[in-house]
């Protein structure tokens, strides 16, 4: 490689947030953005939980540092942010990925529930993505993704307060967009298909659905963490600065296919 070139998709010297990170889709974006040379502040509301993946990452060489708060906690996020900025210094990467999930038939829904879902997978994302939002803004760089969902797109039973609120963060990026571009940071959406998490245990163990899944998927398996992370990686870099606004849905083809 001449001189000055550096490698493509570098993170080196960046520093990145991603919430929810101490397993599932969260960790393995945390990986492969630390393995790409970023900082990365590990998050989860477990201390204990968030220490140990903090440990196990610094072991393999990745450079993890530790930050435990509840993301449905609007003011303890928007203090995160702050203290990583103290300790750290500017925050050039924000992974707004934590997500909860209820399901429930429509009829059945409770109100209380429908908020609740609501409050954590968007109006907390909202708050914290803002007040990330601002710091970048005034340095005229940065990043901003969320973890949007194929239900977003595709319509499914007894998701209902689930796909309002992660259609509302597909929407949303479109709209941050116009405002945030002109200063130098971007946002975009990922939207995962079905990927084989803690979060869709009871899915992966009934085997009904676990075949459905495979035959629907063109690509007939379900989505491994891993398989989101690179493109996390990608809209975080400098070479993705004229890609914003976008849902870049990663589903092994489900959505392309009726
Ligand atoms: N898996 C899929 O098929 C799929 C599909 C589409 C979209 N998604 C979205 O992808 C994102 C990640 O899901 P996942 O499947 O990777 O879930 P997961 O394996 O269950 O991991 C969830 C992570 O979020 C953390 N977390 C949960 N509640 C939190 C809170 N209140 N504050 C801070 N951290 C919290 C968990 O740690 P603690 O519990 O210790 O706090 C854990 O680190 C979510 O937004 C989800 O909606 C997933």
Redesign the pocket.
Known sequence: MSEGLRPLFSLKGRLALV??????????AAETLARQGATVVI????PE??HS?VAEGQRSGLDFRPM??????TTA?VQAVDQIEQELGPLDILFA?????HREALLEFELSDFQRVIA??LT?QWALAQHAARAMVTRGRGRIL??????AVLGRERLSA?TAA?GALHAMVRQWSTELAPAGVTINT????????????A?WTDPSFDEWLQKRTPAGR??L?QD?AAAVAFLASDEAGFITGQTLVVDGGLSSTM
Do not use: C, H
């Open positions: 919430t929810g990170s101490t397993r599932g889709i969260g960790l393995a998050n989860g509301r477990e939980a968030v993946t435990s708060f509840d993301v449905g906690d996020s990925n934590a997500g909860i999930q954590f997978n907390a969320f973890t949007g969902s194929i239900t689930y992660k990922i939207a995962p298909g079905y990927i084989r998490t803690e979060l869709t245990k899915l379900w989505g963490p989101l």
